[in-house]
């Protein structure tokens, strides 16, 4: 079935060990999201590419990068993890206003 | 503030109770999109909306859209336990330039037995 797949599914990281999430889609959907979501709180948009296009959000931290290697993957860089980077990540992709989601990965740093 | 708006922020009902959340946006809607999330899990999609005047329902959740005021309402009738959840309401947004997808600030919905 054609899907949005992040992996891993939880991940524990080392406070300041750089980490990346990955994404990949079989939609070839065009559009692909990365949201922050804290405990209690609604996903966050970190930045989205729109193909080959990057948008970053203005409060997106710089400790946060992402590459989109081609239309199936994109990945998330957390460059120095800090305790407060933990949360759930969401992959999304869209194509002509159909959005489907990622099951997320659970990011722990100690 | 949030482009997209959500109230309450939080709600503890009585199970067989009827509930209304209201999404309001700042900006013109391009559809509007409700999910359900259960603690640390994926979104489950509800509803799509996309029409001003639109009104869709599914089992006892009816979601309506007014464009005019660039708010949706998500309705439960006679909750149940099984509504508990984070509802959140999502649409596409023009930033600068491009269109990218946002959520709303999100509603915590307990229903007691």
């Known amino acids: 079935d054609a899907m949005v797949i992040q992996n891993p599914r939880y991940q524990v990281t080392q406070f300041g060990k750089p980490v990346t999430l990955s994404c990949s889609q079989t939609l070839n959907h065009n559009v692909m999201y990365w949201y922050q979501q804290k405990s209690s709180q609604a996903p966050k948009l970190l930045f989205h590419y729109y193909d080959k296009d990057f948008n970053n959000e203005a409060d997106t931290p710089d400790n946060f990068q992402s590459r989109r290697p081609n239309t199936s993957f994109c990945f998330l860089d957390i460059r120095s993890p800090g305790l407060g980077d933990a949360a759930m990540y969401l992959c999304a992709t869209s194509r002509s206003g159909g959005y489907t989601f990622g099951s997320g990965t659970r990011l722990t740093v100690v | 503030s949030q482009e997209l708006e959500q109230s309450p922020q939080s709600l503890i009902v009585q199970e067989g109770k009827n509930l209304t959340i209201n999404c309001t946006s700042s900006?013109?809607?391009?559809?509007l999109y409700w999910y359900k999330q259960k603690y640390g899990e994926g979104l489950i999609f509800l509803m799509m909306?996309?029409?001003?005047?639109e009104e869709k329902s599914h089992e006892k959740i009816t979601a309506k859209l007014d464009e005019k005021k660039q708010q949706s309402s998500l309705h439960i009738t006679a909750s149940q336990p099984s509504h508990a959840g984070i509802y959140l309401c999502g649409s596409t947004m023009k930033g600068s330039g491009t269109y990218k997808y946002i959520f709303g600030t999100g509603t915590r919905l307990k229903v007691l037995a």
């Open positions: 900006k013109t809607l391009y559809g």
């Open positions: 909306l996309q029409k001003g005047g």
